[in-house]
């Protein structure tokens, strides 16, 4: 079982659609939990960090359930600048720094 | 500023060839990190520097591949004898200090012939 697993995708939603990403991870010791965003033959950027209560960054919401060992980030009023692959990352407890990341999942936003 | 800069931005090589990449992190971070991302997947972590030394190389495939930051600056990671497998693309990462945010540079494409 991979350590972070993603919605397969490809996610193709027309502008103005929500779009929710849902992400599991296996090692209850993980700690730290983002989103990054990469588009097409560049690096990753970090989109957000995702806390247990909750966090939102204007069209952006992301959320932890340490329980269920499960990550969402959801994209409200999609603009076409969003396309892009979403990877859910995490960081063990005790490590030093390594992140570990998902497969990612490709959002096409059409007009 | 300046972010993460990597050298060169393509390389192709033929099997059984020696490669290095080199990696400028943004200025004053201690902590580097080289991930390498194959087509299709996310990036998979290699190893870690706190300033010269390496904290965690357990993220290196095999004693081919070695990586150094002599003066904890500038990195330099080094693949022996390259096979087709290698192919993919080469990601450096830098932090203020370990567990801060990471800024990844543009990465190397490696093409093994």
């Known amino acids: 079982r991979k350590e972070v697993e993603q919605d397969p995708g490809p996610f193709n939603v027309p502008e103005g659609a929500t779009v929710a990403f849902n992400c599991t991870y296996s090692n209850s010791a993980s700690q730290s939990f983002f989103w990054y965003r990469q588009d097409c033959r560049k690096e990753p950027k970090l989109l957000m960090s995702v806390y247990s209560s909750g966090n939102e960054d204007g069209r952006f919401t992301a959320q932890l359930n340490r329980a269920s060992q499960y990550i969402s980030l959801l994209i409200r009023d999609s603009k076409l600048s969003d396309s892009a692959t979403y990877l859910c990352?995490?960081?063990?407890?005790?490590?030093?720094?390594?992140?570990?990341f998902g497969k990612g999942t490709k959002l096409s936003v059409k007009p | 500023g300046a972010g993460v800069s990597q050298t060169p931005s393509n390389k192709v090589t033929e099997k059984g060839k020696y490669v290095e990449l080199r990696c400028d992190p943004i200025s004053g971070h201690t902590a580097l990190y080289w991930y390498r991302q194959s087509l299709g997947q996310g990036p998979e972590f290699l190893i870690y520097?706190?300033?010269?030394?390496?904290?965690?190389d357990s993220g290196l495939p095999n004693d081919r591949f070695f990586a150094v930051r002599p003066e904890g600056s500038v990195s330099t990671l080094k693949i022996q004898r390259t096979e087709r497998g290698d192919s993919a693309v080469y990601l450096c990462?830098?932090?203020?200090?370990?567990?801060?945010?990471?800024?990844f540079g543009p990465g190397t494409r490696l093409l093994v012939l």
């Open positions: 990462a830098s932090s203020l200090a370990s567990k801060e945010t990471q800024y």
């Open positions: 990352v995490v960081n063990l407890q005790g490590s030093q720094g390594n992140l570990i």
């Open positions: 520097f706190q300033g010269t030394g390496a904290a965690d």
